[in-house]
């Protein structure tokens, strides 16, 4: 029995993914095709529910939400200690109420806002060449100002650093 012979290479068909048989294949898997736009929105969506609740739930109120654990184990305040108190009174219009508590998030507001800005417009309009990446000299100076805050606030001369403490006497 012969067969006839083709000038043209046999059809296939193209080659199929691998079928993600774990869990967290599946996952991997589902994440992947997510709209890129739907992690920063989902982000700002979750900062704007936070913000909202300690608007309304007030953080000085013992017992309501949980105490910060590097203080309960050292009594010493991390750079993020009063961050909570100074966002809910932000969402109150007390502005220098709210420097008080935590300099550090206000000293840093407008980098957040910035890379959280450009990462939500590269997420809908992706660049058509690789983005930069942060120099190495502000990912240092970035960690210079933030142990320096840490250590300063934690010492009796600096204790205007420390949360609640009036930045600005008698305002």
């Not at 079928?19 to 997510?34: I, P, W």
């Not at 969402?91 to 220098?96: A, K, P, R, V, Y």
């Not at 190495?136 to 840490?150: K, P, R």
């Not at 001369?157 to 600005?168: M, R």
Request: aromatic content about 12%; hydrophobic content about 45%.
């Amino acid at each position: 029995m012969s067969y006839p012979q083709s000038s043209e290479p046999p059809q296939s068909s193209p080659p199929a993914p691998p079928a993600a048989r774990s869990l967290t294949g599946r996952v991997s898997n589902r994440l992947r095709a997510l709209h890129p736009a739907v992690w920063p929105v989902g982000l700002g969506v979750l900062g704007l529910a936070g913000a909202t609740l300690l608007h309304f739930v007030d953080p000085n109120e013992p017992g309501i939400y949980p105490t910060c654990p590097w203080l309960l184990l050292t009594g010493t305040f991390c750079p993020g200690c009063g961050t909570m108190r100074a966002i809910a009174l932000l969402t109150h219009g007390e502005i220098l109420a709210s420097i008080s508590m935590n300099p550090l998030l206000w000293l840093l507001a407008p980098y957040i806002a910035w890379t959280y800005g450009l990462w939500l417009y590269r997420s809908v309009r992706p660049p058509k060449s690789p983005p930069k990446l942060t120099p190495g000299w502000f990912l240092w100076l970035f960690l210079i100002v933030v142990t320096a805050h840490w250590v300063l606030r934690n010492l009796p001369w600096f204790s205007f650093l420390a949360p609640g403490t009036p930045l600005f006497p008698g305002w």
